[in-house]
C-alpha cells in the first residue's frame, strides 16, 4: 500500500522569499511521485512529475523537486514566490500500470507581500 | 493530452434523491477513476472505472452508494445515491493515458455538489 504524508498544512511566506514545501511517501514498490497545484474554485493542475531518471525535476511556474529514494522524500522548492503562487499544492504517489493516484492532505501556500 | 469534460459542474440537490455526474474524454485513455474532494481536504479514490465491468472500490466506499459505468474508452458516469448533506463535496473524473514513464493522469474539473 502506498501513502504521501505532507509534513505542512499551512505555509505562509513573504513575497519573493523562497519557499519548501515538503512530502514524504510510502511505498513497497517503485513510484511515481507529482505536485498538483489547486487555486480557489478551480480545478487541478500538474506542477510537475517524477517518473525515471534525473531525480531533479523542474515544472512550470518556477518549481523544481528533488526526489530522493533513501529518505523517501519529494520536496516541492520555489526560490522566490510570488502572491499568485497563493494556493493548495497536493503531493501524490502512484504506482504499477493501474496508474491509481493517492493524494497526500494537502499544504496550503499563503504568500504575502 | 486529453480533455475531460464533466457534467454538471455544480449541483444543489435535496436529501434522499440521487445524482449522476458525467465524465467524458475526447480521446482514448486506459484508466478512469472517480474521487471526492470534501470542504477543505484532499483528494480521496472512490473507486477505479473499469470498461465492461463493476468499478473497482476502496475502502470506505460501496456500489450500491456510489454505482459506476463506464461503458467504453472514453465515457463513464458516477451516482451519489440517497444524498445526504454529507455527501456535500466535490467529486473529480480523472483519466490516465499510455504506459510507463509516458503515461500522463488528467483531471475534470469537478462537479461541485450540495446536498440540502
Known sequence: AQSVTQLDSQVPVFEEAPVELRCNYSSSVSVYLFWYVQYPNQGLQLLLKYLSGSTLVKGINGFEAEFNKSQTSFHLRKPSVHISDTAEYFCAVSSGGGFKTIFGAGTRLFVKA | ?116
Open chain 2, 1 to 116: 493530452s486529453a480533455v475531460i469534460s464533466q457534467k454538471p459542474s455544480r449541483d444543489i440537490c435535496q436529501r434522499g434523491t440521487s445524482l449522476t455526474i458525467q465524465c467524458q474524454v475526447d480521446s482514448q485513455v486506459t484508466m478512469m477513476f472517480w474521487y471526492r474532494q470534501q470542504p477543505g481536504q484532499s483528494l480521496t479514490l472512490i473507486a477505479t472505472a473499469n470498461q465492461g465491468s463493476e468499478a473497482t472500490y476502496e475502502s470506505g466506499f460501496v456500489i450500491d452508494k456510489f454505482p459506476i459505468s463506464r461503458p467504453n474508452l472514453t465515457f463513464s458516469t458516477l451516482t451519489v445515491s440517497n444524498m445526504s448533506p454529507e455527501d456535500s463535496s466535490i467529486y473529480l473524473c480523472s483519466a490516465v493515458q499510455g504506459a510507463g514513464v509516458n503515461t500522463e493522469a488528467f483531471f475534470g474539473q469537478g462537479t461541485r455538489l450540495t446536498v440540502v
